[in-house]
């Protein structure tokens, strides 16, 4: 699998009142599972004193570079208890993850650790920023679903590990489209119809890639031919759109849209709201993302390095997934997960969808300019 | 009585004397000016020097080789239709909040007595809610589903919407920056003298008259500053764009905010040299006319 590009994401947290409802009852689940915490609150496979040494010996205020709110409710409470003497300071993302790398060159050593997608793995190496960890530094890297590991811009698990994936599609209100929407043809088609009820994502990657998808061509083509023509298609259809919006799910739930551009775990959480939004995995297919932990060289790499490997523990990508909806990365996580998660059909697609999936990789520069410009000829159209 | 003195005429020793004071009040501007080369100059000429490179965009290191690659870049499709739309929207806004405060800062300074501060306190109260949290309240005003639309529909049978359209941005800036037109007018009204309207009115002016000619070529010092204030402000705005416009309407603000911040520096840096020369322009513009009318009037009396 392959990284995304930059992303902005994570307002549902902000605007949705689901989100809210969700991270009570996921602290509710676990609270109730109080034993499952306690054994969380330990280093990596704790076994006695030894590393109750190591962990004391651990101490520091980690920064920590993240979408806000985008992590278990109970994670950052257990892993200061497991580790006496150091806790995360949460540095919240303004805007895409690129808008934060110059920061990394600038004031290299004040973060620690970052949330990352993969498209900013080869940037971050190019930076000299990343610190990188054996498989005895971080053993529960192992939990991580092998479908997860040794990605092409990390093929031997030195610097990264996932989190959490998920893929953009299609979310729509069957209560008010009564025709039937399987591609994003159908999406296009029906653009007319509901002109100013149709909203995209602000993300270059998710809407551009859309449009790359519509016309049958990669998201990750760097091809100037069809790159314009996506742009152009986008351009020919922007008088339809309603907005470009962070997530899409406020608007389908409030009625401004009706159709949107969404990814899957905001769909998920929003049909549990409503049930009326549905979601779609168009039959040209989609674009995915896979994000994760990475630690930045600097004097608490060891304590980042330690949190990478908390944070891969069942019970802490439990606590992350019954928090924020998502599917999880980790395996033997799916046994603490809440049922309605684990029974979605949008977070667990069947394999012919997985198929269908298109993963992103870190463009070139020349791909990455040529995207920039089509981008911004359509937002400035 | 000191000798010297006797010997040296009065008038010498007091011109020393305040020369000597004015250097050593000049040593006291020191820190200022060293303030303002370390922040203001100093940022610039790196700003300036950006302008003239090309970034490599996986290290973000930037190749200062003088190429005007930048510039061209910033003044061709799509950066030049944004600069233009981002003009054209500024001038909008700050002729409309022109109008808007002027009648209202004139209002306020014909009240008389202890009733003018608490009015003044009412007129500026919204614009101590913070400005992105109006931003948001006139989207929830201008939406599909908002007072507006529903008020249009009932009256004229179709619903005005305005949320995420270019009139959408403009209502919300027109509103952010009111204030700033509102009180450099006041400022300006203020000062002009009861006296100068009665002698007008004495010798026969109607109220339109005196307006014309009085009131508002005394009050043109508050005007040209209003729209100094309102208009640079909203050339480069991009909180309004994001929250009303959905991101649809791409304004230079926005371009600025995003390649400066990391996209691409250089082409980031040239569009804001590129917009503070234009600004430089009118200012000069601005002061040259006001001069020349300035010795126009010398010359007519």
Same mark, same amino acid.
């Given at each position: 699998?392959?990284?995304?590009?930059?992303?902005?994401?994570?307002?549902?947290?902000?605007?949705?009142?689901?989100?809210?409802?969700?991270?009570?009852?996921?602290?509710?689940?676990?609270?109730?599972?109080?034993?499952?915490?306690?054994?969380?609150?330990?280093?990596?496979?704790?076994?006695?004193?030894?590393?109750?040494?190591?962990?004391?010996?651990?101490?520091?205020?980690?920064?920590?570079?993240?979408?806000?709110?985008?992590?278990?409710?109970?994670?950052?409470?257990?892993?200061?208890?497991?580790?006496?003497?150091?806790?995360?300071?949460?540095?919240?993302?303004?805007?895409?993850?690129?808008?934060?790398?110059?920061?990394?060159?600038?004031?290299?050593?004040?973060?620690?650790?970052?949330?990352?997608?993969?498209?900013?793995?080869?940037?971050?190496?190019?930076?000299?920023?990343?610190?990188?960890?054996?498989?005895?530094?971080?053993?529960?890297?192992?939990?991580?679903?092998?479908?997860?590991?040794?990605?092409?811009?990390?093929?031997?698990?030195?610097?990264?590990?996932?989190?959490?994936?998920?893929?953009?599609?299609?979310?729509?209100?069957?209560?008010?489209?009564?025709?039937?929407?399987?591609?994003?043809?159908?999406?296009?088609?029906?653009?007319?119809?509901?002109?100013?009820?149709?909203?995209?994502?602000?993300?270059?990657?998710?809407?551009?890639?859309?449009?790359?998808?519509?016309?049958?061509?990669?998201?990750?083509?760097?091809?100037?031919?069809?790159?314009?023509?996506?742009?152009?298609?986008?351009?020919?259809?922007?008088?339809?759109?309603?907005?470009?919006?962070?997530?899409?799910?406020?608007?389908?739930?409030?009625?401004?849209?009706?159709?949107?551009?969404?990814?899957?775990?905001?769909?998920?959480?929003?049909?549990?709201?409503?049930?009326?939004?549905?979601?779609?995995? @168009?039959?040209?297919?989609?674009?995915?993302?896979? +994000?994760? &932990? !990475? %630690?930045?060289?600097?004097?608490? *790499?060891? /304590?980042?390095?330690?949190?990478?490997?908390?944070?891969?523990?069942?019970?802490?990508?439990?606590?992350?997934?019954?928090?924020?909806?998502?599917?999880?990365?980790?395996?033997?996580?799916?046994?603490?997960?809440?049922?309605?998660?684990?029974?979605?059909?949008?977070?667990? @697609?069947?394999?012919?969808?997985?198929?269908?999936? +298109?993963? &992103? !990789? %870190?463009?070139?520069?020349?791909? *990455?300019? /040529?995207?920039?410009?089509?981008?911004?000829?359509?937002?400035?159209? | 009585?000191?000798?010297?003195?006797?010997?040296?005429?009065?008038?010498?020793?007091?011109?020393?004397?305040?020369?000597?004071?004015?250097?050593?009040?000049?040593?006291?501007?020191?820190?200022?000016?060293?303030?303002?080369?370390?922040?203001?100059?100093?940022?610039?000429?790196?700003?300036?020097?950006?302008?003239?490179?090309?970034?490599?965009?996986?290290?973000?290191?930037?190749?200062?080789?003088?190429?005007?690659?930048?510039?061209?870049?910033?003044?061709?499709?799509?950066?030049?239709?944004?600069?233009?739309?981002?003009?054209?929207?500024?001038?909008?806004?700050?002729?409309?909040?022109?109008?808007?405060?002027?009648?209202?800062?004139?209002?306020?300074?014909?009240?008389?007595?202890?009733?003018?501060?608490?009015?003044?306190?009412?007129?500026?109260?919204?614009?101590?809610?913070?400005?992105?949290?109006?931003?948001?309240?006139?989207?929830?005003?201008?939406?599909?589903?908002?007072?507006?639309?529903?008020?249009?529909?009932?009256?004229?049978?179709?619903?005005?919407?305005?949320?995420?359209?270019?009139?959408?941005?403009?209502?919300?800036?027109?509103?952010?920056?009111?204030?700033?037109?509102?009180?450099?007018?006041?400022?300006?009204?203020?000062?002009?003298?009861?006296?100068?309207?009665?002698?007008?009115?004495?010798?026969?002016?109607?109220?339109?008259?005196?307006?014309?000619?009085?009131?508002?070529?005394?009050?043109?010092?508050?005007?040209?500053?209003?729209?100094?204030?309102?208009?640079?402000?909203?050339?480069?705005?991009?909180?309004?764009?994001?929250?009303?416009?959905?991101?649809?309407?791409?304004?230079?603000?926005?371009?600025?905010?995003?390649?400066?911040?990391?996209?691409?520096?250089?082409?980031?840096?040239?569009?804001?040299?590129?917009?503070?020369?234009?600004?430089?322009?009118?200012?000069?513009?601005?002061?040259?006319?006001?001069?020349?009318?300035?010795?126009?009037?010398?010359?007519?009396?």
């Amino acid at each position: 699998m392959n990284p995304q590009p930059p992303q902005t994401r994570r307002a549902f947290l902000r605007i949705g009142s689901y989100a809210t409802v969700s991270a009570i009852a996921g602290s509710a689940f676990l609270s109730a599972c109080g034993s499952d915490a306690d054994k969380t609150a330990k280093p990596a496979d704790a076994d006695g004193a030894t590393k109750s040494a190591e962990a004391r010996k651990l101490t520091g205020t980690l920064n920590f570079v993240n979408f806000e709110g985008w992590l278990g409710a109970n994670t950052a409470a257990a892993f200061t208890k497991a580790f006496p003497g150091a806790d995360l300071n949460q540095i919240p993302i303004a805007g895409t993850q690129e808008s934060w790398l110059p920061k990394v060159k600038d004031r290299r050593g004040d973060y620690d650790l970052a949330l990352v997608d993969g498209a900013t793995i080869p940037k971050l190496i190019a930076l000299d920023a990343l610190a990188s960890f054996t498989a005895e530094e971080v053993p529960n890297a192992t939990n991580v679903d092998p479908a997860f590991r040794n990605q092409a811009w990390d093929p031997d698990n030195k610097y990264f590990v996932a989190t959490d994936y998920g893929r953009t599609g299609i979310g729509y209100r069957k209560d008010i489209v009564t025709e039937p929407i399987t591609s994003y043809a159908d999406m296009f088609a029906l653009l007319p119809k509901y002109s100013g009820k149709v909203a995209v994502l602000s993300r270059m990657g998710s809407t551009l890639g859309m449009a790359m998808k519509r016309l049958g061509y990669s998201v990750n083509s760097n091809d100037p031919a069809e790159v314009a023509a996506a742009r152009q298609l986008l351009i020919d259809s922007k008088k339809h759109f309603l907005a470009l919006v962070d997530s899409g799910s406020p608007s389908l739930i409030s009625g401004d849209a009706v159709i949107a551009l969404c990814d899957d775990y905001d769909v998920a959480a929003a049909s549990a709201e409503n049930p009326n939004i549905v979601w779609v995995d @168009p039959t040209e297919g989609m674009s995915a993302y896979l +994000e994760g &932990f !990475v %630690a930045l060289k600097g004097p608490r *790499e060891d /304590l980042a390095k330690a949190f990478i490997n908390f944070q891969a523990a069942p019970e802490q990508n439990a606590d992350f997934a019954n928090t924020l909806t998502i599917a999880p990365v980790v395996p033997a996580a799916a046994s603490l997960i809440k049922p309605e998660i684990t029974k979605s059909k949008i977070l667990f @697609p069947p394999d012919d969808v997985k198929q269908r999936i +298109e993963f &992103f !990789v %870190a463009r070139p520069q020349e791909g *990455e300019s /040529l995207w920039m410009k089509a981008w911004d000829e359509f937002r400035a159209s | 009585m000191d000798e010297g003195v006797g010997r040296v005429p009065r008038f010498l020793v007091d011109q020393h004397a305040r020369r000597r004071g004015t250097t050593l009040w000049s040593l006291a501007t020191i820190p200022d000016l060293l303030w303002a080369l370390l922040f203001f100059a100093a940022p610039l000429a790196i700003l300036i020097a950006f302008s003239f490179g090309t970034e490599d965009s996986y290290t973000f290191e930037i190749d200062i080789n003088g190429t005007l690659d930048r510039y061209r870049e910033a003044l061709t499709t799509p950066y030049l239709e944004t600069l233009l739309r981002s003009l054209a929207l500024g001038l909008i806004t700050s002729v409309v909040c022109l109008v808007i405060a002027f009648p209202t800062a004139l209002a306020l300074t014909r009240i008389k007595g202890t009733a003018r501060l608490p009015v003044l306190f009412v007129v500026l109260f919204p614009f101590v809610v913070s400005f992105t949290v109006r931003t948001y309240a006139w989207l929830g005003i201008l939406r599909a589903d908002g007072p507006v639309a529903q008020l249009t529909n009932s009256v004229f049978g179709q619903p005005l919407v305005l949320a995420y359209t270019p009139g959408g941005i403009a209502v919300g800036m027109i509103h952010g920056y009111l204030v700033l037109a509102i009180l450099p007018l006041y400022a300006a009204l203020d000062r002009i003298p009861l006296s100068v309207l009665d002698a007008a009115d004495d010798l026969g002016a109607r109220p339109f008259r005196t307006f014309r000619l009085v009131t508002v070529p005394m009050a043109m010092p508050g005007i040209i500053a209003a729209l100094a204030l309102v208009g640079i402000l909203a050339i480069g705005e991009f909180t309004v764009p994001a929250i009303l416009g959905g991101g649809k309407t791409l304004l230079i603000g926005n371009v600025l905010a995003e390649q400066a911040g990391g996209a691409n520096q250089p082409l980031g840096a040239a569009i804001a040299v590129i917009l503070m020369l234009l600004f430089t322009l009118l200012g000069a513009i601005n002061l040259l006319s006001r001069r020349r009318a300035h010795r126009l009037e010398l010359n007519q009396s």
